[in-house]
């Protein structure tokens, strides 16, 4: 005889286990990884030991060849000396500027809500638009700063900002360092924002004083963020293309301006040697990668002292 009124309770579906669904979380980030780094980088690798038909693609195996070509080339070895003077001068400059800034806008001084907003500006603006600004302010005749400097009396004859093979990089770099400090002046002022007080309390108990706490507390404290964050610089400025090329008019004169960035573009669509260039963008990946393994093993030596 059937039970009126039971109710027949569906089965239930097992849950589902935590790393199944970590990795259904992880696979659209996974094919994007896979679809515009990974197949990239492979077909790079894969071009580097070819000579590439431009009009059809087609490859024809060379070997190491591509590499003894730009080994051989003063003037990729020039760009791949520069790129790591561009490089390394950018983080020195963006680094210890970063760390002042952030500092002096953690100290608590009147007018910080603006200053931080004028911090922020120049990382705000267009790279297109810095580099318009710039070119007029370092024009040779009419340019700012060729007026400021005659006007105080620091220079004698106008500098050749952009034209002068023994200046354009320093003017690229300073640019550079105008638009992208800001971004270490943002990640060291938010993990300054999260150190306890407790702990300048501590240090001011035992004696010390501000340059104490700052050695003691505030530098400990804020290098592991900021050896991710020039880990990040690091690569994104050595494979900056726009301000170095839109600043110098595609490599200064005689190509005194010319990165790696830059001097494969012009080994891929100007000379249309294809297999040169991946070879050249493949060497510098190499770099890089060797540059985030120092970065990342310091970054495990402070986190797990």
């Known amino acids: 005889m059937a ?3 039971t109710r027949v309770r569906a089965p239930r579906r097992p849950a589902m286990s935590d790393r199944r669904l970590a990795l259904l979380l992880a696979a659209p980030a996974a094919a994007l990884l896979a679809l515009f780094v990974v197949y990239p980088f492979l077909t790079a690798l894969l071009n580097s030991f070819a000579d590439v ?3 059809s693609g087609r490859r024809t195996f060379i070997g190491i060849d591509n590499f003894v070509t730009i080994g051989s080339d003063p003037d990729l070895r020039a760009a791949f000396g520069r790129t790591v003077v561009w490089t390394v001068s ?4 963006q680094v210890c500027l970063g760390v002042l800034v952030a500092l002096l806008l953690n100290a608590r001084l009147r007018g910080q809500g603006l200053a931080r907003g004028l911090v922020l ?3 705000m603006v267009p790279a297109i638009v810095v580099a318009l600004m710039f070119r007029y302010m370092f024009n040779d005749v009419t340019g700012l700063a060729n007026y400021v400097l005659l006007d105080l009396g620091l220079i004698d004859a106008p500098l050749g900002w952009l034209s002068d ?8 770099v300073l640019v550079n360092v105008w ?3 800001p971004f270490f002046v943002i990640v060291v002022l938010a993990r300054l924002q999260t150190i306890p007080r407790d702990l300048y309390e501590a240090v001011s108990i035992d004696g010390g004083g501000r340059w104490a706490g700052l050695r003691a507390v505030t530098l400990p404290s804020i290098l592991p963020v900021l050896l991710v964050a020039m880990l990040l610089r690091t690569i994104w400025t050595a494979y900056d293309f726009d301000i170095p ?3 110098s008019a595609g490599g200064g004169p005689s190509g005194s301006a010319v990165t790696v960035p830059l001097a494969i573009r012009s080994l891929a669509f100007e000379s249309g040697s294809i297999g ?3 070879a050249l963008a493949v060497c510098m990946a190499l770099l890089l990668i060797a540059s985030a393994w120092v970065y990342l093993r310091g970054f495990n030596e402070r986190t797990h002292v």
């Open 3 to 5: 039970v009126i009124g």
């Open 53 to 55: 038909d431009a009009a």
């Open 90 to 93: 950018n983080m020195v400059l």
């Open 121 to 123: 500006f120049p990382y």
């Open 165 to 172: 093979p023994d200046v354009i990089m320093v003017t690229l």
């Open 179 to 181: 638009k992208y400090t």
């Open 245 to 247: 090329y839109l600043l």
């Open 276 to 278: 040169q260039a991946s």
